[in-house]
């Protein structure tokens, strides 16, 4: 294999339902400072599905200059192997240096079959990506690769982190945590290059059967998507008492979220757990209110922009990542918090 | 019918991660448990166990010392164990991890391959859709149901997504990764353990590997390299105040988010 030969930083588009996931949106976005940094000017996103190529001006808008579109009613909804059979045979036709994938409950799956088939590495839900050297410094008697690939990512339940690169093998394949990247402003009007490629689907015995799909319907807001974050922990005492960060996140136009304390005791639902087993998030304000800070929690809040702590207890390990924190009684503090910020907010 | 389940050895994290001195990670003062997801997909095997009769083998890859979940998972009631270990595999990515096991598991007759999602330490949850791969057979990930249709030699598979499931039905012999929602895993029995303890593992070593290339296994196998790894700087704590009222707490926060201009 001739290394040289792989070129271009492509992400792979998820669709679900002919939507594109967010994720497709903040790869976009990612893979945009990649290629300048490879010199590479074409961001090419590869989207598979089945009635999905209108798709493509909405990813031109977010960033992708070229959409290879695999179009086939094999890819209706996501199985493994079709999905995988189209992923690789773009891989091997369109040889792309950079693959990125989201580390979704579809990426997580299709990833790894993928890296297998190709025989390339894949580096897990990854926090960061640059390029760079590897190694990173010179290191006698080996090679020093420069314009690598170098992906971050956090192990041992967010308490360790690594550097890992790929420099033998093309493409260099990472899934990344979604929540983590940012999008671009869209640029309205925009319009990529469509490349319609079918590779051909013959059933075989790694074909599985959807036999039912059942969609659970979600009220709550996005979590991922709020600037403002209200979220609390086992210290709010009760499901009732989140009353009050509702109310404060009502006068921030924020979302409340919580911790998976709150989550275990039944108390709120999955959507709306930060940390490592919930989601990343990255608010401009994060309040974490009665929520010790775990360091799987921390995981997925540490990157907010501000965070503001309140807990009774002085030795919580959340003071340790706060940017203000307040030891006191949250029943109190936050009503009251509340009510001043409704006062300062009717002054202006 | 024939289960086979790839079980870990991994360090504990939720009972609290250990740090030296030095602020780096203390891997050797954490407990050495069986993964959790792995013990969820062990569980489901002795289900079918129970419920068909299948026979259950436990397959691990690691240091020697990892003779120890694998005994923990024939006290819990699985009947053959096997313990991949070798220095040459040593330093594995996932990709050469995945090609090692698969190396073995072709020595083993199978109709059914169960592995947990991921393992707490790595929490790649690539391992197990790798293998699939490696002996071309049918993958369902995120399992939260299984269900197993003998004589049509099919499983119906409850997979979980972020906002939906699907239930997907497969041909066996298939590989499906476990979720630790997937059920409540038994406990070992005290005359379980007592017997386990006597039991014969099975050792393979690199030559025991059914068609594994030199090139596709341990560290020179694997196609990620490490550039860094280092114990997670913690960001720098901020401020922390005791104020003497609610009232002056709930001016301070106040304060602060006026002047970092949030309103």
Redesign the interface.
């Given at each position: 294999m001739a290394l040289t030969d792989y070129k271009g930083v492509f992400i792979f588009a998820q669709q679900v339902d002919g939507e594109l996931s967010n994720i497709a949106l903040e790869l976009l976005g990612k893979a945009k400072d990649l290629a300048n940094d490879i010199d590479e000017k074409k961001v090419t996103a590869v989207l598979l599905g089945d009635g999905v190529g209108g798709l493509a001006d909405k990813l031109a808008e977010y960033g992708a200059d070229r959409v290879i579109l695999v179009d086939d009613p094999a890819l209706k909804d996501y199985r493994t192997e079709p999905y995988t059979h189209a992923l690789a045979s773009v891989i091997d036709e369109f040889k792309p240096e950079i693959l990125l994938v989201g580390a979704t409950a579809i990426g997580r799956d299709l990833g790894p079959r993928v890296s297998s088939r190709v025989h390339t590495g894949l580096t897990a839900d990854c926090t960061q990506l640059d390029i760079g050297d590897f190694p990173l410094n010179p290191v006698e008697g080996q090679e020093q690769k420069h314009k690598q690939l170098l992906m971050t990512r956090p192990a041992f339940g967010g308490n360790t982190i690594a550097t890992i690169a790929c420099p033998e093998f093309r493409p260099q394949m990472a899934t990344v945590r979604p929540g983590v990247m940012q999008k671009i402003a869209p640029i309205s009007g925009a319009k990529a290059e469509v490349v319609n490629y079918n590779p051909g689907f013959a059933e075989n015995d790694c074909y599985t059967e959807i036999l039912k799909i059942v969609k659970e319907v979600s009220e709550i807001e996005d979590i991922q998507a709020a600037k403002i974050l209200v979220s609390g922990g086992r210290g709010v005492g009760s499901p009732e008492n989140f009353k009050i960060l509702e109310d404060l996140a009502k006068v921030l136009h924020g979302t409340v979220s919580c911790s998976r304390a709150v989550v275990d005791s039944g108390w709120k639902p999955k959507d709306m757990q930060v940390g490592q087993t919930g989601k990343t998030v990255r608010p401009h304000v994060y309040f974490a209110i009665g929520i010790s800070g775990a360091i799987q929690h921390v995981a997925g809040m540490e990157e907010s922009d501000i965070i503001v702590a309140i807990n009774k207890d002085e030795n919580a390990p959340i003071f340790d990542v706060a940017d203000y924190g307040v030891v006191g009684d949250l029943n109190k503090i936050v009503p009251l918090l509340t009510k001043k910020l409704e006062a300062a907010l009717a002054a202006k | 019918m024939k289960v086979v389940v790839c079980i870990k050895q991994v360090?504990d994290?939720?009972g609290g991660?250990k740090f030296k001195p030095d602020g780096t990670?203390d891997r050797g003062a954490m407990l050495a448990i069986m993964n959790p997801d792995d013990k969820a997909g062990l569980e489901a095997a002795l289900r079918l166990k129970d419920q068909y009769g299948a026979e259950v083998t436990v397959v691990t890859m690691g240091l020697p010392k990892a003779d120890a979940v694998l005994r923990e998972a024939m006290a819990m009631g699985a009947d053959k164990a096997v313990l991949i270990t070798d220095r040459v595999l040593g330093g594995a990515?996932?990709?050469a991890t995945?090609s090692t096991i698969a190396g073995a598991l072709r020595n083993l007759e199978y109709d059914l391959i169960i592995t947990g999602r991921q393992a707490?330490?790595?929490?790649?949850?690539?391992?197990?859709?790798?293998i699939?791969?490696?002996l071309?057979?049918?993958?369902?990930?995120?399992a939260e149901e299984i269900k197993v249709d003998e004589n049509a030699r099919t499983v119906?598979v409850k997979r979980?997504?972020?906002?939906?499931?699907?239930?997907?039905?497969?041909?066996m012999p298939c590989l499906i990764t476990a979720l630790s929602e997937l059920n409540e895993p038994r406990y070992m029995t005290p005359g379980g353990i007592f017997e386990a303890f006597d039991r014969d593992v099975t050792v393979w070593g690199r030559n025991d590997l059914k068609d594994v290339d030199d090139s596709n296994i341990g560290l020179k196998g694997?196609?990620?390299?490490?550039?860094?790894?280092?114990?997670?700087v913690?960001?720098g704590?901020?401020?922390?105040?005791?104020?003497e009222s609610?009232?002056a707490?709930?001016?301070?926060?106040?304060g602060?988010?006026?002047e970092?201009k949030?309103?």
């Open positions: - | 360090p994290t939720k991660v990670l990515d996932t990709w995945s707490i330490d790595g929490d790649t949850a690539q391992v197990g859709p790798q699939s791969e490696h071309h057979i049918p993958v369902i990930s995120y119906e979980q997504f972020e906002d939906r499931y699907h239930i997907v039905k497969a041909k694997s196609p990620t390299q490490i550039a860094k790894a280092s114990d997670k913690k960001k704590a901020g401020e922390k105040v005791v104020p609610d009232e707490a709930a001016d301070y926060i106040l602060k988010l006026q970092k949030v309103v």
